[in-house]
C-alpha cells in the first residue's frame, strides 16, 4: 500500500517562512507529477504548485516569488519552501503524486492526509 505523509505545518506569523515535505512511501516504481494543493474554509481546493518527474514546474499567481517546490527522485520526497507568509496562505497543504506500482502500470493518483499551515499574528 502506498501513502503520502506532508509534514511541517504549523503556525507562523506574517512574514514567516515554512517548509513542507512529503514522502511517498511503498510498492512505487516511480512518480510522475508531484504537487501541493491547499484548501482553506469556506474555498475551494486549489493548486499552490506542481513539479514533473524531470523538474518541470507550474506554481498559481497567487504564490509565484514566494514558494518554491522541488523534488528528491531518490527519496520520493516533495517539498514546498513558503516564504513571505501572508493571512491568506493559511490552509490544510495536501501532497498529491501521480504514482506507477510498476513499468507496465498506469499511474494512478493519490493525496496525503494534508497539514495545517497557520499565518497569524
Known amino acids: 500500500q502506498v501513502q503520502l505523509v506532508e509534514s511541517g505545518g504549523g503556525l507562523v506569523q506574517p512574514g514567516g517562512s515554512l517548509r513542507l515535505s512529503c514522502v511517498a512511501s511503498?510498492?512505487?516504481?516511480?512518480?510522475?507529477?508531484m504537487g501541493w494543493y491547499r484548501h482553506a474554509p469556506g474555498k475551494q481546493r486549489e493548486l499552490v504548485a506542481t513539479?514533473?518527474?524531470?523538474?518541470?514546474?507550474n506554481y498559481a499567481d497567487s504564490v509565484k516569488g514566494r514558494f518554491t517546490i522541488s523534488r528528491d527522485n531518490a527519496k520520493n520526497t516533495v517539498y514546498l519552501q513558503m516564504n513571505s507568509l501572508k493571512p491568506e496562505d493559511t490552509a490544510v497543504y495536501y501532497c498529491?503524486?501521480?504514482?506507477?506500482?510498476?513499468?507496465?502500470?498506469?499511474?494512478?493518483?493519490?493525496w496525503g492526509q494534508g497539514t495545517q499551515v497557520t499565518v497569524s499574528s
Open positions: 498529491n503524486a501521480d504514482i506507477r506500482g510498476s513499468w507496465y502500470h498506469r499511474p494512478y493518483n493519490l
Open positions: 511503498g510498492n512505487i516504481y516511480s512518480i510522475d507529477a
Open positions: 513539479i514533473t518527474s524531470g523538474g518541470s514546474t
